[in-house]
């Protein structure tokens, strides 16, 4: 099926000015934050579908997926249908076969990516990108939030669906692992602060599928085995657990269903900029994994775009672009490059990362993730940029 191109007229993100306080964190703990639910992460399920429902208004309402001979992305609506990631298009379009199929368009949704991040960043500076579009805040300590918590958080979302057009689900808590469940059972456009001191309750009673460090086969498998909820999941031993899944993958569901994180808290700003080799990384998860050269082909396009959008945005460029991609049995592989030109530039970059894929995608096995790895950043100043384009001018005249 075709569809006309509509693009909606895009409106540049306006500053957003924020309440100061000196009792910022008091008033928190008195409107609703919890002693130390600082920790915020906002879901854009659906992403790719999403935005081009927001590009072509005629589709808004309607089942949408972005494909490439499997289901890439999927709209609230398509899923509706129990359309799901990774499906075959044809068996999707037998569950509804008015859906809409489309072409990724990962340019686009790169930009809109990064967009959402930017106006997260008026909000607070600690912003850390997940492996599913969203993006993760940290509020502790932060003078620029507004004494309502809860209505910060309402703003949050007004932002972004006023200057992107796009939806998210919002929750908060003291853990990530408890902010993104919390922001995973409100889809879609809820909010949900989990306050301190109500983790257990919060998460025992939820099905096993509420965590995203369980994937829709292994939910499968934990029901077959009579394990249908966190609190049973809690009480199967870590032991078990690493047998079942591996080290690793089985200690993360053991720590993700107490809501604790496998990963420590956000580094500080200050820690951050004292990094002697700084480097700059996306990563995305692929649900069920996909083992099409295609697939992942534009998937690392996506993931590379967000890396030059977000380094074009700050003015920096790399010396160095990497490849990190995961299979689904967790056996990973990295592969890093020195660029001839340090850049920032998709037609630099790209290239560049492309050919670390052909490289490390040499196995017969679905890929879990891919995470590129932009190194040796630095910053390019107005002047430096108005002498470099004067040597062009020059050397183009020579």
Not at 156 to 180: C, D, F, M, N, P
Not at 370 to 375: R, S
Request: aromatic share 6%; glycine share 8%.
């Amino acid at each position: 099926m075709s569809v006309n191109r509509e693009v909606c007229a895009e409106v540049p993100c306006d500053p957003v000015c924020l309440t100061k306080d000196k009792h910022t964190l008091k008033s928190l703990r008195a409107n609703g934050a919890g002693d130390d639910s600082h920790l915020v992460h906002v879901r854009m399920d659906g992403f790719f579908a999403a935005v081009e429902q927001v590009m072509r208004p005629k589709l808004s309402g309607r089942p949408v997926l972005v494909a490439d001979g499997v289901v890439v992305s999927a709209s609230y609506e398509a899923k509706f249908f129990g359309i799901k990631v990774g499906m075959a298009v044809a068996d999707a379009l037998s569950f509804c076969p008015s859906t809409m199929v489309l072409a990724g368009r990962y340019d686009r949704y790169a930009e809109y990516a990064e967009r959402v991040r930017a106006i997260a960043e008026m909000f607070t500076p600690v912003v850390d990108a997940d492996a599913y579009h969203g993006f993760y805040l940290d509020f502790g300590g932060s003078q620029r939030i507004c004494q309502d918590f809860p209505g910060t958080l309402r703003r949050l979302q007004l932002e972004i669906l006023k200057h992107t057009g796009l939806s998210a689900s919002v929750g908060a808590g003291r853990t990530r692992v408890v902010a993104a469940i919390a922001s995973r059972i409100e889809q879609p456009r809820g909010i949900r602060i989990v306050a301190w001191g109500t983790e257990e309750t919060f998460l025992g009673a939820l099905p096993v599928e509420a965590l995203d460090s369980i994937g829709v086969v292994d939910a499968a498998k934990l029901r077959e085995c009579g394990i249908s909820t966190m609190a049973e999941l809690r009480r199967v031993p870590l032991a078990s657990l690493e047998a079942a899944y591996g080290e690793a993958p089985g200690r993360q569901i053991w720590k993700n269903s107490r809501g604790i994180d496998v990963r420590g808290a956000f580094p500080s700003t200050a820690v951050r900029s004292s990094l002697s080799s700084p480097s700059l990384s996306r990563e995305i998860c692929v649900e069920g994994g996909a083992e099409n050269a295609e697939t992942l082909g534009s998937l690392t396009e996506y993931v590379c775009r967000r890396i030059s959008s977000a380094l074009t945005a700050t003015n920096r460029r790399a010396r160095t672009i990497g490849l990190r991609i995961r299979y689904i049995d967790q056996f990973s592989g990295s592969q890093t490059v020195r660029l001839g030109v340090p850049s920032n530039q998709d037609r630099d970059l790209l290239p560049a990362v492309l050919g670390l894929l052909k490289v490390l995608f040499t196995r017969r096995v679905a890929v879990q993730a891919v995470e590129v790895i932009a190194g040796g950043l630095f910053s390019v100043s107005a002047s430096d940029l108005y002498l470099n384009s004067r040597s062009l001018i020059a050397a183009g005249t020579a």
